[in-house]
Nanobody, 126 residues
């Protein structure tokens, strides 16, 4: 069965960078729309960025535009989230998700993931 595993989280100072990875096992991600979501303590989960199966279409939340970059390597069945200029408000548990072909808008805004990872903690604090 398809499983997603996030990695790369940690503690960083404001202005720092982290690169998150989400690797699939059990099946290829070639035909899946992928996305990153996050949840701060006591808050609802929110969408961050989603990417189409080919990598040609990307949808970013306004809060991360210009700072975060989503990418994927279908040969490795992995999706990445490069996070730069991190702010304290970026703190939270970051989840990756996969859904068999859908629009990036539907996946991000409606959180339509078929498979979800367990999450990786990102803490931005001085």
């Amino acid at each position: 069965q398809l499983q997603l595993v996030e990695s790369g989280g940690g503690l960083v100072q404001p202005g720092g960078s982290l690169r998150l990875s989400c690797a699939a096992s059990g099946f290829t991600l070639d035909y899946y729309t992928l996305g990153w979501f996050r949840q701060a303590p006591g808050k609802e989960r929110e969408w961050v960025s989603c990417i189409s199966s080919s990598g040609g279409t990307i949808y970013n939340a306004d809060s991360v535009k210009g700072r975060f970059t989503i990418s994927r390597d279908n040969a490795k069945d992995t999706v990445y989230l490069q996070m730069n200029s991190l702010k304290p408000e970026d703190t939270g548990v970051y989840y990756c998700a996969a859904r068999r072909i859908t629009t990036v808008q539907a996946m991000c805004i409606l959180s339509r993931g078929d498979y979800w990872g367990q999450g990786t903690q990102v803490t931005v604090s001085s």
